[in-house]
């Protein structure tokens, strides 16, 4: 537990000086996304916003990966737009609570260790999927409220503006990195507007962001198990969602940075952060890649970094939102647009021909789900299950048996690869029981029985020998096959003919 109430652990040299300019930049970017994420769930822009400042701060305190950016997603978003359309916003709070519930038990149970069954290519699929989509999105701002592309002077405008951005964040850094270029780009894009008087789109034209402070508020809903039925698919989801994308976020930061994170502690801390959100009118979220490749390319790598974002963030709401809305879209497009170019694996497409073909294939349609479906558990899932099942056919078929008669006519076979559901099959048909001698040898130290369906296959195999009146001895079973066989003895009749002169060999592990 008190690994968990470490609050400010500071272990790291800071360079203040990044941390700051970045979480300035990285608050700036947070505003059209929060407000947008919050359009997608059909609620109103404060609520996005309220989000992004309670989980970019409590994470930043509480998180296992310093320098990662949380905050409203569209993950979460997609997640609860029919429960916002369906039972309004106090149904929403009561079910970013919950998640933040289920998240926490997550993390005190140490749940986030099954990151590691998440395959290599699952993560590259994931990631150059969520890369499109952040490039995507930032398409609709070359078009008009009425949906129209962007024509004439409008486009020039634009356009230029954006292009501008892209060379700054692009060139700045190789001349120098004494101010982040991302933060430049916005200053420099936001002067040019201001001093030569340009129409273009601006912060303001999507929606206010003056508010207070978050208020507190215990959602008003009734208290019954009804309320529940309603409310947990969708917090399970959220509370799914919202820890698969941390955890693959926390997984890409700590490649990039080469450090590592802590999975469970930050499991921990997205749950306290959604909790907090849903109690202060927040619509709950996630950790962000977009935001989290911001404030890592510009240098940042300790916690001060997003709570500089988080205060900065909560600044432009109740004091500086006049300034803020006249910031120009086309700044914060080029920015992420710049993002979604770091995000992709590019060295992923030059492996097509070095991976295997399933391989390939998961990361490609683990890609499609996530650009199609915006579905990032589903798309990780898919991954994951169609690896899985990959990996259970190759093993399947890499069960074989080595067979040869000693000088007293005993016939041994030499097991070698796992006995498990997809490989009893063809373990079955190693053996030619009314052909062979009376006495066999059944020798699996180069195999493992590993499951339920192993073990039968090993029952059957002994009573057929036994029906013909042949023995039958297992040997070089290791401790952990011993114990199944033992364990599964009141449910399966499990035919064991040990040598009791033979010593058994015992893996240590």
């Given at each position: 537990?008190?690994?968990?109430?470490?609050?400010?652990?500071?272990?790291?040299?800071?360079?203040?000086?990044?941390?700051?300019?970045?979480?300035?930049?990285?608050?700036?970017?947070?505003?059209?996304?929060?407000?947008?994420?919050?359009?997608?769930?059909?609620?109103?822009?404060?609520?996005?916003?309220?989000?992004?400042?309670?989980?970019?701060?409590?994470?930043?305190?509480?998180?296992?990966r310093p320098g990662m950016i949380s905050g409203a997603t569209g993950a979460v978003a997609i997640v609860i737009v029919s429960l916002a359309k369906d039972h309004g916003v106090e149904y929403v709070f009561a079910t970013v609570i919950l998640a933040g519930v289920l998240q926490l038990v997550a993390g005190f149970l140490r749940l986030g260790k099954f990151?590691?069954?998440?395959?290599?290519?699952?993560?590259?699929?994931?990631?150059?999927?969520?890369?499109?989509?952040?490039?995507?999105?930032?398409?609709?701002?070359?078009?008009?409220?009425?949906?129209?592309?962007?024509?004439?002077?409008?486009?020039?405008?634009?356009?230029?503006?954006?292009?501008?951005?892209?060379?700054?964040?692009?060139?700045?850094?190789?001349?120098?990195?004494?101010?982040?270029?991302?933060?430049?780009?916005?200053?420099?894009?936001?002067?040019?507007?201001?001093?030569?008087?340009?129409?273009?789109?601006?912060?303001?034209?999507i929606a206010?962001?003056?508010?207070?402070?978050?208020?507190?508020?215990?959602?008003?809903?009734?208290f019954s198990f009804e309320t529940l039925t309603i409310i947990f698919p969708y917090a399970a989801v959220v509370a799914g969602v919202g820890l698969i994308e941390s955890l693959l976020t926390l997984n890409i930061v700590d490649e990039i940075t080469e450090t590592r994170g802590?999975?469970?502690?930050?499991?921990?801390?997205?749950?306290?952060?959604?909790?907090?959100?849903?109690?202060?009118?927040?619509?709950?979220?996630?950790?962000?890649?977009?935001?989290?490749?911001?404030?890592?390319?510009?240098?940042?790598?300790?916690?001060?970094?997003?709570?500089?974002?988080?205060?900065?963030?909560?600044?432009?709401?109740?004091?500086?939102?006049?300034?803020?809305?006249?910031?120009?879209?086309?700044?914060?497009?080029?920015?992420?647009i710049m993002v979604a170019l770091g995000t992709f694996e590019w060295a992923s497409l030059r492996t097509f021909k070095r991976m295997p073909k399933s391989d390939v294939l998961v990361m490609v349609l683990v890609t499609l789900v996530t650009v199609f479906l915006h579905n990032l558990a589903l798309a990780v899932l898919v991954g994951v299950i169609i690896s899985a099942l990959v990996f259970a056919w190759d093993n399947a078929l890499r069960i074989r048996a080595r067979k040869n008669i000693d000088e007293n006519g005993v016939k041994h076979y030499e097991i070698y690869g796992p006995l498990f559901f997809g490989s009893t099959t063809l373990f079955a048909e190693k053996f030619d029981v009314l052909n062979d001698p009376n006495e066999v040898v059944i020798d699996f130290q180069e195999s493992r029985i590993v499951d339920m369906s192993a073990i039968e296959a090993v029952n059957k195999i002994t009573e057929r020998y036994q029906k013909v009146g042949k023995q039958v001895h297992l040997k070089h079973l290791s401790r952990d096959c011993r114990k199944l066989l033992k364990n599964a003895d009141d449910i399966i009749e499990v035919n064991v003919l040990e040598d009791p002169t033979y010593k058994v060999v015992v893996d240590k592990i």
């Open positions: 537990m008190r690994k968990y109430l470490n609050l400010f652990d500071f272990s790291q040299k800071v360079n203040y000086k990044n941390e700051v300019l970045s979480g300035i930049t990285v608050a700036l970017a947070l505003v059209p996304e929060a407000i947008a994420f919050a359009f997608i769930a059909g609620l109103s822009p404060l609520t996005g916003l309220y989000a992004a400042f309670v989980m970019g701060l409590v994470t930043s305190i509480l998180g296992g990151m590691r069954l998440v395959p290599h290519p699952v993560i590259f699929g994931f990631v150059n999927g969520l890369a499109i989509i952040i490039f995507m999105s930032q398409l609709v701002q070359f078009q008009t409220p009425d949906g129209e592309w962007l024509s004439g002077n409008a486009l020039v405008v634009f356009g230029g503006l954006v292009l501008l951005t892209i060379l700054i964040i692009w060139g700045l850094p190789k001349l120098t990195k004494v101010v982040p270029g991302s933060l430049m780009a916005i200053l420099l894009v936001f002067g040019l507007v201001a001093l030569f008087g340009w129409e273009t789109r601006t912060i303001g034209d206010s962001i003056k508010g207070g402070f978050p208020p507190f508020h215990i959602p008003e809903v009734p802590r999975g469970n502690k930050e499991a921990v801390a997205q749950g306290a952060a959604n909790m907090i959100s849903g109690l202060f009118s927040g619509m709950g979220g996630c950790a962000m890649i977009g935001q989290s490749l911001i404030n890592i390319s510009n240098g940042a790598r300790a916690r001060l970094s997003g709570i500089v974002a988080s205060v900065m963030l909560l600044c432009f709401i109740m004091f500086g939102s006049e300034l803020i809305e006249q910031v120009p879209m086309a700044a914060l497009t080029g920015l992420m």
